[in-house]
Structure formats: structure tokens, C-alpha cells
């Protein structure tokens, strides 16, 4: 690696390596000694190609579910199967990972500005800011920069864009996979809500096991299956469409929306 070459988006490769190599250390016990990570179906991202590749999952921190994938993804890809046993892994990362995430929160303070430079693909979004209900068109630039990120390298992207559960999909990612075409594999997390805040920066409680699971790529027909029949594939796949809650028991949904609320008011 040249010691100043850049990415597509202008950020130096040798510090975004050891921002990486940085933030793995200082994160590795939060999924395995503080909590444990139960992994499974890693074994697939081995044998993904280098680019255009979309992870799908749904989502429960802001921060905490990403560094995850980082930690499961850099380990698989260097022989670890289902674990993150030893994070010596994270010394030589993936360097075209990336993820998407809100521009107001990436911009909010000293340190997620950091984070943001070790993979963030920042957009607007299109129905919430600073708080507030909106509504505004989507920014063109957002969607060519995902389309950049997935030439160059594997994009991570929450697409119900919310933390709370069984919100809907939101279409611009069935759009990106009609247009980009790429391998989507879904992503399906548990536990990440019990055991970190709501941004995921802060250890909430321990001893919670959480649960990681990678699936085999979607079957899709990007030229005939419409936007809505994509949507409704990924809400399935993520185990976010709305028939699931009929197998969830009453408690745990009301334990989920009481978790929600105390999440909400806590900032």
C-alpha cells in the first residue's frame, strides 16, 4: 500500500488501516468477554467477490451493529469460521469496506466524524432530521456515492434506516440493487439492543449473548422483479416483515417497545 494512496472518496488508505486496527482492539471484548457473539454462516464471505457486494440487516445501534460485521468480516476473511477468537485479525482489514449511515449523525461530535472516516458512506435522509419528521427528495449524490462504494469494494447498509423494530424497508435499497445489480447478502442481529445504549458506545449491561447471523445470498431478478417485490424479499430476509410478530410472544414485543421508549428519552 503506497503510503499516500487514496480511496474513491479522497480518504487515505494507511490511516484508515489504523483507525481500523485501532478501533478493533479497543472494541474486541465488547463481543467477546464483556458479551459473547454467537456467529453464524461466516463461512460464505470468503468466497465473496472483492466488489459489489450489499450486506442487508436490520438494525439495533448505531454503532455496535457495524463494528461488529467489521470484526466478523476481517476474521472470517483470515480463517476464522464462526469466531473472532484472537483479534490479531484485525491487523491486516479489508480496506473497501464500507457502510451507510446518516450524515447528521456521523457529523455530530469529534469522534463520529473519526469513525466516519474509517468507511462511511453518509446520506441524507429523506424523512427525519435533527429529530423532526420531513419529507425531501432523495439526493442523487447519496445514491451515486453507494454506487461508487460498491465498485470499489462491499457495502454494509441498515435499510429500514431506524433502530426501532419491524419498521418498514425503505425502497431506495431495493432501487440500489436494481441499478448496481450486486450480491446481497442478508444479515440477521439479536442482542445488541440488551447490551449497548442506543448509539452502541456504551456497555449497557453484560453477559447478554448476542447472536450474528450471515445467510446465503438473495435470489433476485434485477431486470423483472419490481421495487415492491424487493422489499418484500429483504423485509423476509432481515426478519423485519410484519408476519413475524405473529411468533413473537406479547411480552417480549412489549419489552422491546418499553426498551424503545426508555432508549428515546435517554437522548
Not at 261 to 267: F, I, K, P, V
Request: hydrophobic content about 40%; cysteine-free.
Amino acid at each position: 500500500m503506497g503510503l499516500f494512496k487514496k480511496n474513491p472518496f479522497g480518504h487515505y488508505l494507511i490511516l484508515k488501516k489504523w483507525l481500523i486496527r485501532l478501533f478493533g482492539v479497543l472494541t474486541h471484548r465488547r463481543y467477546r468477554g464483556f458479551n459473547e457473539l454467537q456467529i453464524e454462516g461466516s463461512g460464505i464471505i470468503k468466497n465473496l467477490p472483492h466488489t459489489n457486494v450489499l450486506f442487508v440487516s436490520n438494525h439495533q445501534t448505531y454503532f455496535a451493529d457495524v463494528t461488529a460485521m467489521f470484526h466478523v468480516f476481517n476474521a472470517s476473511l483470515s480463517g476464522r469460521v464462526d469466531s473472532i477468537k484472537n483479534v490479531g485479525y484485525i491487523w491486516q482489514p479489508k480496506m473497501n469496506i464500507y457502510y451507510v449511515a446518516a450524515k447528521e449523525t456521523m457529523k455530530a461530535g469529534f469522534l463520529t466524524r473519526i469513525m466516519a472516516y474509517a468507511g462511511a458512506v453518509t446520506v441524507e435522509r429523506t424523512w427525519r432530521a435533527q429529530g423532526q419528521e420531513v419529507k425531501r427528495e432523495v439526493n442523487p449524490n447519496d445514491t451515486e456515492n453507494i454506487g461508487v462504494a460498491l465498485n470499489d469494494g462491499w457495502v454494509i447498509t441498515f435499510p429500514q434506516g431506524t433502530t426501532k423494530p419491524f419498521k418498514p424497508i425503505r425502497k431506495g435499497t431495493a432501487h440500489i440493487i436494481k441499478n448496481h445489480k450486486p450480491i446481497v447478502i442478508p444479515i440477521v442481529i439479536d442482542g445488541f439492543r440488551r447490551s449497548f445504549d442506543k448509539k452502541g458506545l456504551r456497555i449497557k449491561k453484560r453477559g447478554i449473548l448476542q447472536t450474528f447471523q450471515i445467510k446465503e445470498p438473495l435470489d433476485i431478478d434485477y431486470e423483472n422483479e419490481s421495487i415492491e417485490e424487493i422489499v418484500q424479499k429483504l423485509e423476509y430476509a432481515i426478519e423485519q416483515h410484519s408476519s413475524f410478530l405473529k411468533v413473537i410472544p406479547k411480552e417480549e414485543i412489549d419489552a422491546m417497545e418499553d426498551l424503545n421508549e426508555q432508549r428515546r428519552w435517554g437522548y
